[in-house]
């Protein structure tokens, strides 16, 4: 771009990394949240100043993150952020809509993620599934040894020991629906974080100025694959059962987001106060009631299609007069 530099755009994304750098050192819940927006900055980087910066800008963070945190860190960095930053700094350049931008983003980030545990796992004798298991299976006996000091009654510990069992078990089936999902809504975060700051702080080139969240939807075929896993989640076996239950998890997650688009739809054809928007974003990501009727909307959304965005015109007969004399 050939806009001049300002000292805002200089500052702005590494005001930002900074940020994010002190909520986790400072408080780490919140460093926990704000670690997602890791990309923002990097994509501010790549959109502003080309790809060139933008791909040396992640592999300066890489080198760093190596350096300061290890190998471990640095290669999570990489699956978890760098592949998000530069797949979604790419397809946002190129102006590809919001959701095939996130779809590529978030799919590069998961099949990167898979090959590394596929990598991680190879030496080992067990199925995957079974080291998911474990690796949840810890974490579940440390809360419930934690608990143990508020009730110690035999009775309940039992109790929360078996349920611990089911709930790992579908825990360790359902991994890489949730590794997809989660990988998801990051990614949708990070790109409508990206879409705000360059909106209010840079406005160039164009990006992001025709990206109408509203209007996304899922293909109305792929309702099936949501029926048929969740039929095979609730009535399979094995192999079977988790398939449906991937499926089922990823497809909710969907239509999820298409409620949510829907949500937006109806708070601005309603001109609803901004105050009121973030109110109820805040509910409904905090009451599972909400999060469930929401899904329900975007999954419905099918047959009913709240914004009426199915609807075909009709097609306008041809004039006998501009057959005759072409269009006035």
Not at 165 to 193: C, E, K, Q, W
Not at 277 to 303: E, H, M, N, R
Request: net charge negative; glycine share 10%; proline share 5%.
């Amino acid at each position: 771009m050939n806009d001049p530099l300002t000292p805002r755009d200089l500052f702005l994304p590494f005001g930002i990394l900074l940020v994010i750098l002190l909520l986790g050192t400072l408080v780490p819940p919140l460093g926990v949240v704000g670690g997602i927006f890791v990309p923002v900055p990097l994509i501010l980087i790549y959109l502003r100043y080309g790809k060139q910066v933008g791909l040396v800008s992640i592999g300066l963070v890489f080198v760093a993150v190596l350096m300061m945190m290890g190998m471990k860190q640095a290669v999570l960095f990489v699956t978890e952020y760098a592949v998000v930053a530069a797949i979604l700094g790419e397809t946002v350049r190129l102006g590809f809509p919001f959701q095939r931008s996130v779809l590529f983003a978030a799919l590069g980030s998961v099949l990167l993620s898979a090959a590394m545990i596929l990598v991680v796992s190879a030496g080992q004798d067990k199925p995957l599934t079974q080291l998911f298991e474990e690796e949840f299976r810890k974490g579940a006996d440390q809360y419930i040894q934690s608990l143990e000091g508020a009730d110690g009654k035999a009775e309940n510990k039992k109790m929360l020991e078996e349920m611990a069992d089911r709930v790992v078990h579908m825990f360790a089936l359902s991994f890489p629906a949730l590794l997809a999902i989660g990988s998801l809504f990051a990614t949708a975060l990070n790109y409508l974080a990206v879409r705000w700051l360059w909106l209010r702080y840079y406005r160039l080139g164009g990006l992001f100025e025709n990206a109408d969240l509203t209007q996304l939807m899922i293909p109305d075929n792929w309702v099936w694959f949501f029926i048929i896993g969740t039929g095979c989640a609730v009535l399979g076996d094995g192999y079977l059962q988790a398939l449906g239950l991937n499926l089922f998890i990823v497809l909710g997650g969907l239509y999820f987001l298409q409620g949510l688009a829907i949500s937006l739809h109806i708070l601005k054809e309603k001109n609803i106060p901004k105050f009121f928007w973030y109110l109820a974003f805040l509910l409904i990501f905090t009451q599972p009631l909400l999060i469930g009727l929401v899904g329900g909307l975007g999954l419905f959304d099918i047959w009913v299609d709240f914004r009426k965005i199915r609807t075909e015109p009709p097609e306008e007969e041809p004039d006998e007069e501009d057959d005759d004399f072409g269009p006035l």
